[in-house]
Nanobody, 115 residues
C-alpha cells in the first residue's frame, strides 16, 4: 500500500520561499510519475509540477521559473522548492503518485502567502 505524507507548508510573506517535501512509502517504481498539485479555496485542484518517467519535469505556466520539482528515489522523497511566492500561490498542496494505473494522494499541506 502506497502512502504519501507532505510537509513543509506554512505562512510566508510575498517574495519568500518554502520547500515542500513528500515522503513516500510502499511499493512502486522509481519511473512512476510523481508530482505536486494544489487547490485554492473555491477552485479545482490543478497541477503545479510533475516529474515524469525519464525524469522529465513539467511545470504549470504560473510557476515556471519560480518553482523547482526534484526527486530522490533512494529516499523515496519528492520536493518542491518554491521561490518568489505570490499571494495567488496560496493553496493546499498535494503530493501525487501514479502507479499501476492508480492515483495516490497525500493529505495535503497548507501554503499561505500573505503579509
Amino acid at each position: 500500500q502506497v502512502q504519501l505524507v507532505e510537509s513543509g507548508g506554512g505562512l510566508v510573506q510575498p517574495g519568500g520561499s518554502l520547500r515542500l517535501s513528500c515522503a513516500a512509502s510502499g511499493n512502486f517504481f522509481s519511473t512512476d510519475p510523481m508530482g505536486w498539485y494544489r487547490q485554492a479555496p473555491g477552485k479545482q485542484r490543478e497541477v503545479v509540477a510533475v516529474n515524469t518517467s525519464g525524469n522529465n519535469r513539467n511545470y504549470a505556466e504560473a510557476v515556471k521559473g519560480r518553482f523547482t520539482i526534484s526527486r530522490d528515489n533512494a529516499k523515496k522523497m519528492l520536493y518542491l522548492q518554491m521561490n518568489t511566492l505570490k499571494p495567488e500561490d496560496t493553496a493546499v498542496y498535494y503530493c501525487n503518485l501514479k502507479s499501476n494505473q492508480r492515483d495516490y494522494w497525500g493529505q495535503g499541506t497548507q501554503v499561505t502567502v500573505s503579509l
